[in-house]
């Protein structure tokens, strides 16, 4: 599909996001442009976000504020886990939450589970600023199903990341249940979860059914935020579950070498705004 246009000699690609907002960016330059079998991959030059991996017209993650969901996503639980070992990241192509794990010594494995080997090669070669080039020998790259891979995995890892995009297609599953199920599965007894779950001003309904999802299966769920200006609403929501009690305490020694996240960050980032404490707890 022609994602982008020519206007007046400008390259423009819209995104639609729901039906009645579309979001349009000026582009330089098409940098990368390939069809896998799974979707249409592209790295495209903008003018105010830079370089951008975009899949069938979507944009994932960008060069001026990748770091700030990968960041988040990665060091949230790394950091209140204690003793991350054995990380799977589910999804996260773009390789940005697999260069955040790596910052941790302690961490031995890093599995990244994404279906698409296309994004990998595209984000490596052309998007440096979120990828990193990243060639830690601790990271295994497993091009496979996410949801058919964590089904065979039983009391395995410490720490599973889903870095999924949205809730449409292939990522659906992501989103579900029986996926969720799988992941506690997988996760050995002190475990922690942790996935994206959308825009808490346009996708309430995802985040809450995924809140709710996660507390039927583990005892300690917490909903933090970041601001990311790429995704739309600029405010965007993870989802945190854990099988043991967590000890936010470990937050206060946070020292990694971020762009975004510091120890501040960390804590007040679990403190929701009023509406999401209500959608929640209604």
Known sequence: MNYIKEQNGELWLTEDERENLKISY???????????????????DSYDFGRMLVLDGVVQT???????????????????????????????????AAREVAKYEEVEEIHLVEIDELVVQAC?????????????????????????????????YDVIIIDSSDPIGP????????????????????????????????????????YTNIRHLFPHVHVYTATVPTYPGGLWSFTLGGKQ?????????????????????????????QFMKEHLQS
Do not use: W
């Not at 659906?172 to 942790?194: I, N, P, R, T």
């Not at 937050?251 to 501040?264: E, I």
């Open 245 to 273: 009690p967590i000890s936010f305490e470990r937050l206060n020694t946070f020292s990694k070498q971020t762009k975004y996240a510091n120890a501040d960050v960390l804590n007040q980032c679990f403190r929701l705004p």
């Open 26 to 44: 000026r582009i330089k330059e098409i940098i990368y442009s390939e069809r896998s079998p799974f979707q249409h991959v592209m790295v495209l």
């Open 171 to 210: 990522a659906q599953v992501l989103f579900e249940y029986d996926f969720y199920k799988s992941v506690h599965e997988a996760l050995k007894e002190d475990g922690m979860m942790v996935c994206q779950s959308q825009s808490p001003i346009f996708h309430m309904d995802v985040l809450k059914q995924t």
């Open 62 to 96: 960008t060069s001026i504020d990748g770091h700030i969901y990968n960041e988040m996503i990665a060091h949230v639980p790394l950091s209140l886990h204690p003793s991350p070992k054995k990380v799977l990241i589910i999804g996260g192509g773009d390789c940005g």
């Open 124 to 156: 490596k070669e052309h998007l440096p600023e979120v990828s990193g080039n990243l060639s830690d020998p601790r990271v295994q790259y497993i091009y496979k199903d996410g949801v058919q891979f964590v089904n065979d995995r039983v009391n395995t």
